[in-house]
């Protein structure tokens, strides 16, 4: 990696950014808004993060030392809230503003101007669900899952705000999607036909889909929520002829489909940085994406196996078990594409791939489990327990989040023209590795062995584990800091990078100089016939 | 009697054996006592073993699974790595390869599939019981009304959990059972088959004993059964499962299986009471018997708030010696014991005690600790107030 | 970008925007999806509306005996006392049956309620048919009026046989605020004089069990 691309930019005939402030209100620019949406997310991390804190803390041992039982529940609420809508969402957004022009090329996204509307909406949403803990009898307290009527009749006064916040999130999360889509429609480059396209397009682009799909049905379960609060109807109570039981079923039409959106552009991710790394082309491309496919169909016929215990007749609880448990076999396909592209490769272990590696083996173990709470019989005793905490953790933090993480060290030279430090980059990785397991591992057992999740206080018996959960995740929380500085250094350095960056790296955003030109591709690439996008 | 909550985890050398046993999945399996603070219990019940054995099954099914893709991902690491002077290969498909681990799984999902829909069935199968009993979630208690042959309910009790608030934030020790005690638990006969009707007075709640492998949710409006054969006595504890506002984690289940000449005298004794209790509220109790009645209420229903000296714990639990509720009307002090304070930790008792049990509590406060109200409470006062309530 | 692209990326929008409006639109769809379903597969449950019922068509199975409970509640803040006049029934399928349940408003203010059927087990609640049921409408009660609601109702013979007995549950809602006042007092102006006069109120021993 010798060769120097000196970025040219300058002598770019298009404007580059503009001056100060104005750049980032008013850009249009696929990379300002990918850089908005990056930083952005990382700092709901961190405020998820210092909730997630929290929780830990309080759950450090039995009885109640910090917080009380109302507070305990806002943070929980929150921090399921802002992680899924504030965190992981709003990172896959900035990513793909990033790189999807870059890698079909395509000079910027195909909307500029919404695209700058569906970012600045998340800071106003956000600010309007954070500032409800302030508000007299609290925030949102029932759970990222506001489960009627808990969330309705009995809910604090601030259940208005929080639903004006999701309508906003899920109105960016739109605007965000139809452009992904607008774009990977009719931007590619002459010769990038569909199944050329690298799998993170691939991946967003089915996510898009789903987000688009789903999105709007959140949107009408909380304006079901708000008629019912302020108008006078019964959607979900029993009273006026509706029914609880019928939230559940709306919202997890939309909840299941969503943990789905949070997952495929992370299969696209690691679809792309282990062949860089094992230098050998991605195996099974085409399956890769059928897969993906299926498990994009699939979720919009699971979503009661969240509801196992609400009381179903048995012929539903079976359909939604069988259909379930086939989720593990496009899943699996997945998996064995992964390890198969690593085996007989040439492989170096750099930080990006680091977290790639981690994803497969986390994830999968993420994917036993759900597959155990596939089975109905047997989630009875895992329903709401420590045990699904634990499951949706592995599929979410060493999943999604190591996916993002990935991602930022693969492409950060790109982005800003400078190699990170790896050695501290190995370092936040195996900090985050082992906090990650020392937090969500025990809580596989305190589960299995009777612990409800949601719990401000505990049973003696679960003591060991949750202190042992606490203490990984303050080792977890903390070293994330560590990435923060690991980036800002790099940004600032002056390690210059080349523009193909790595060694088995292939795509076409690696033709691009390193940083990338403000305006990504001006004059459509030739996209080679003979070599697919992909390998 | 078996005791399905472990002793205490606190101790130093228990806590070294949990860190060692995180990773060493083998500890996790001996069948002994202490494997139940690791994996599912067995429990006691002949579903809540099959759903064990079911757990387990598909449990080693990933074990094995796992160990052949991380072995496969590990040795590639070592074999495969450039530093060992791999050169990579080009292939990046093969269709034989991929339908074999697309059938395959598919197979042992079938596989895991018909042992599970056999246990389901077997769990849906509520028909022929021997007695009922309603469950009714209320925040954050539990109701449980029995109901006889001749279909009438014949009694029904709260069960509050009995940790105290001392306990709780630390001013005392925490025992065994600690958030896993009642005043007074759902009590059944062993070897009958008992249906539970599970419902909810106001959100969602979740009914769940592990030890019988039973968990369903409390719906207000719905009516859900479930039910569970007990063999053996024994004191079973559960928590509830569903969110369900501020003290969620404060409403345990305990259920006391006894055999079934114990239950059917305990029953007796509770319709008797029942039936006396019925009595009471039209009769007129002398000063003495308010007195004793109300110190018992007390002391069982306010005083871990308002602490056995009436001081309370102000500003959260105000203190009743001298208060403008006290000595107020009687009409008043009863309305705030019936239907609480909105807004605060005062919780509505008005399903919880009978009209007798409010009078006599009332009848206390108005005359303890220093208060001395000339009036005397009588349950024809508390019945007045209910019926002129929601005016 | 091309003109070309920038207009095929703008023709793209609308097509996706009708999918969102589609989707929202769904979302209120589900509500009487869901109901249909229930009503068709039991779920949550709910029992069907007024059933016409034919005596001719189906006779009765003297073969099987179906246990009946009767399952009453009222909501939280709802302080009317309700209750079934019997716990519950023996009835063969097919045969018609009508019941009665006592409800009782002992506040002093018309209050409107309305009862929520449940079935449990759920693979009963489609067999289990209502020709007549107090929980098809709402009532109104004048302070102190007690009435007794007629039940009439048939179990399916077509009930699976491993369902030996059912439980029905009521619970009853207050929902005099959702309701217009002039409908109230059209409700009122129709029904006959309550069947307990207003001064039965502070009769301490007809109101003993509303503790319990």
């Not at chain 1, 039995?62 to 921090?79: I, K, S, Y």
């Not at chain 1, 592209?341 to 977290?355: H, V």
């Not at chain 2, 019940?45 to 160990?67: A, N, P």
């Not at chain 2, 209790?277 to 308002?306: D, I, N, P, W």
Request: net charge negative.
């Amino acid at each position: 990696m010798s060769e120097v691309v000196i970025s040219s930019h300058d002598d770019h005939h298009d404007h580059g950014p503009a001056k100060g402030i104005s750049r980032w209100l008013f850009t249009t620019n696929h990379k300002d808004i990918g850089t908005l949406y990056l930083w952005f997310s990382f700092a709901m991390f961190l405020i998820g993060g210092v909730m997630a804190l929290i929780i830990r803390t309080e759950l450090f041992q039995p009885g109640l030392q910090f917080v009380q039982p109302e507070f305990f529940n806002q943070m929980t609420t929150n921090h399921g809230l802002i992680m899924v809508f504030g965190a992981i969402m709003p990172a896959f957004v900035g990513l793909a503003n990033w790189l999807i022009p870059m890698q079909i090329g395509a000079p910027d996204m195909a909307l500029p101007r919404m695209n700058n509307l569906s970012f600045w909406i998340l800071p106003f949403a956000f600010s309007m669900m954070i500032s409800t803990l302030f508000m007299e009898g609290g925030g949102p307290n029932f759970g990222w899952t506001f489960y009627a009527p808990l969330s309705t009749t009995y809910a604090p006064d601030s259940v208005t705000f929080f639903i004006f916040a999701v309508h906003l999130m899920g109105a960016s999360s739109i605007m965000g999607s139809i452009n992904v889509i607008a774009t990977i429609l009719n931007m590619r480059a002459p010769g990038m036909t569909l199944m050329k396209m690298p799998l993170f397009v691939w991946t967003w682009l089915i996510t898009a889909y789903l987000l688009l799909a789903v999105m709007p049905v959140l949107a009408g379960a909380v304006t079901m929520m708000l008629f019912d609060i302020h108008f006078g109807t019964s959607f979900f109570s029993a009273a006026g002829g509706g029914d609880p039981v019928m939230f559940q079923h709306i919202f997890w039409f939309f909840g299941h489909p969503e943990v789905y959106i949070m997952i495929l552009p992370a299969f696209g991710i690691v679809s792309a940085i282990i062949p860089t790394f094992a230098r050998k082309p991605l195996f099974g491309y085409d399956s890769m994406v059928y897969a993906v496919a299926s498990i994009a169909f699939l979720s919009f016929i699971v979503w009661a196996h969240h509801m196992f215990t609400v009381g179903m007749p048995l012929a539903g609880q079976l359909f939604f078990m069988y259909s379930t448990m086939l989720i593990a076999v496009p899943t699996g396909v997945k998996v064995f594409n992964w390890v198969a592209t690593m085996w007989r490769g040439s492989m170096t272990f750099e930080t990006p791939m680091l977290f790639a590696i981690a994803f497969v083996v986390l994830f999968t173990m993420g994917g036993f489990s759900g597959l155990m709470l596939s089975i109905t019989p047997v989630d009875y005793q895992y329903h709401d327990t420590y045990f699904v905490v634990a499951h949706f953790h592995y599929v979410l933090v060493p999943g999604a989040l190591f996916s993002i993480i990935a991602a930022v060290y693969y492409w950060l030279p790109k982005w800003c023209g400078n190699m990170y430090n790896e050695t501290l980059g190995k370092i936040h990785f195996w900090l985050s590795f082992i906090g990650v397991n020392v937090t969500f591992f025990p809580q596989h057992f305190s589960g299995l062995a009777g612990m409800p999740r949601r719990i401000p206080d505990y049973a003696l018996q679960f003591t060991d584990f949750n202190m042992i959960s606490s203490v990984g995740a303050y080792i977890f929380g903390f070293s994330q800091l560590l990435f923060m500085y690991i980036v800002i250094e790099a940004i600032r350095a002056n390690r210059p990078a080349t523009s193909k960056v790595w060694d088995g790296a292939y795509g076409l955003e690696w033709t691009l100089p390193s940083p990338a030109p403000y305006h990504s591709f001006t004059h459509p690439p030739k996209v080679d016939d003979a070599v697919p996008a992909h390998s | 009697m078996k005791q399905s909550v472990a002793s205490s985890g606190a101790s130093g050398a228990h806590s070294v054996a949990a860190s060692l046993g995180l990773f060493g999945i083998g500890a996790l399996l001996t069948g002994n006592a202490w494997a139940d603070n690791y994996n599912m219990t067995q429990g006691v019940t002949e579903i809540s073993q099959r759903v064990y054995d079911l757990h387990m099954l598909i449990f080693w099914i990933c074990v094995v699974i796992g160990v052949g893709v991380f072995g496969m991902i590990f040795l590639s690491i070592y074999l495969h790595r450039k530093s060992r002077g791999a050169e990579a290969a080009q292939f990046h498909e093969n269709t034989k390869v991929e339908i074999a681990w697309t059938v395959l799984p598919t197979l042992i999902l079938v596989g895991m599939a018909v042992p599970a829909t056999n246990v389901l069935t077997e769990m849906y199968d509520t028909g022929g019981e021997d007695m009922t009993i309603e469950v009714r979630g209320y925040q954050w208690k539990w109701q449980y009304k029995y109901l006889d042959d001749d279909f009438n309910q014949t009694f029904s009790f709260f069960s509050n959990m009995a940790t105290s608030r001392d306990s709780i934030e630390g001013r005392s020790e925490k025992d065994d059972t600690y958030l896993l005690d009642v005043d007074k638990p759902l009590k059944i006969p062993t070897n009958r088959k008992v249906r539970f009707l599970v419902t909810a007075e106001d959100v969602i709640h979740a009914f769940w004993v592990p030890d019988f492998g039973i968990k369903r949710d409390a719906i207000p409006g719905i009516i859900n059964d479930l039910w569970t054969v007990v063999p053996e006595p024994g004191v079973y504890r559960g928590q509830c499962t569903e969110l369900c506002g501020k003290d969620h984690g404060f409403m345990p289940i305990v259920v006391e299986a006894v055999p079934e000449a114990e239950f059917d005298s305990w029953y007796g004794e509770q319709l008797a009471a029942a039936t006396a209790r019925k009595a009471a509220l039209s009769k007129t109790f002398s000063e003495a018997e308010l007195m004793a009645e109300g110190e018992q209420v007390y002391t069982t229903f306010c005083s871990s708030c308002h602490q056995p000296n009436g001081q309370g714990v102000p500003p959260v639990f105000p203190s009743l010696v001298g208060s403008d509720i006290v000595k107020g009307t009687k009409e008043g002090h009863i309305e705030i014991i019936l239907n609480g304070v909105a807004g605060s930790a005062m919780q509505a008792f008005g399903k919880q005690l009978d009209a007798a049990q409010i009078a006599a509590v009332t009848h206390y406060e108005r005359n303890s600790w220093g208060n001395a109200m000339a009036d005397i409470t009588q349950p024809a006062d508390v019945v007045a107030v209910m019926e002129s309530k929601a005016e | 970008m091309s003109v070309r692209q920038t207009w095929a990326a703008i023709g793209t929008v609308p097509k996706l925007c009708l999918l969102v409006v589609g989707m929202f639109g769904f979302a209120f769809a589900l509500v009487p999806i869901y109901n249909l379903l229930c009503e068709v597969t039991g779920l949550g449950g709910r029992t069907g509306g007024p059933y016409t019922y034919e005596a001719a068509s189906i006779p009765v199975d003297e073969s099987r005996e179906i246990k009946i409970n009767f399952i009453t509640n009222t909501n939280g803040g709802m302080a009317w006392e309700f209750r079934p006049e019997q716990g519950g029934v023996r009835v063969h399928p097919g045969e018609l049956t009508t019941v009665n349940f006592i409800v009782r408003n002992p506040t002093r203010r018309v209050m409107v309620g309305q009862a929520v059927p449940s079935v449990a087990p759920m693979r009963a609640s489609n067999h289990f048919h209502k020709t007549e049921c107090f929980c098809f409408e709402q009532q109104v009660l004048r302070p102190g009026e007690e009435i007794a609601m007629p039940m009439r109702f048939v179990v399916g013979r077509e009930l699976p046989a491993t369902v030996k007995s059912i439980a029905l549950s009521y619970t009853l809602f207050d929902v005099t605020d959702s309701v217009a006042q002039s409908v109230i007092d059209a409700a009122l102006a129709d029904s006959a004089p309550a069947m307990r006069p207003d001064n039965s109120l502070l009769q301490p021993e007809e109101a003993g069990n509303s503790a319990g």
